[in-house]
């Protein structure tokens, strides 16, 4: 997984969708599957890689591995504050 580049996807479309939305985007969802090729770990600390790049802190990422799914990362929900 060129995780790098997966969560700068995720990131912008979560926060496309939060303005769509007209709130502050809060938390991120993600449904980690087996394609994704990367842990957990390695996803938020590219995560927290991107908000830092971005000057921000303050948003959380709940990540739910099923290594099951045969899908990769996924966005499964957004959290958003007024």
Do not use: C, N, W
Not at 57 to 71: H, M, N, T, V
């Amino acid at each position: 997984m060129h995780e790098s580049g997966v969560i700068q996807k995720l990131v912008q479309l979560a926060f496309d969708e939060a303005a769509r939305r007209g709130g502050r985007l809060r938390a991120i969802a993600v449904r980690l599957g087996a394609l994704a090729g990367g842990s957990p770990e390695h996803l938020r600390d590219h995560f927290e890689h991107e908000l830092a790049r971005r000057g921000l802190a303050d948003i959380e990422l709940r990540i739910d591995a099923q290594p099951a799914y045969p899908g990769g990362v996924e966005i499964t929900g957004i959290e958003l504050s007024t």
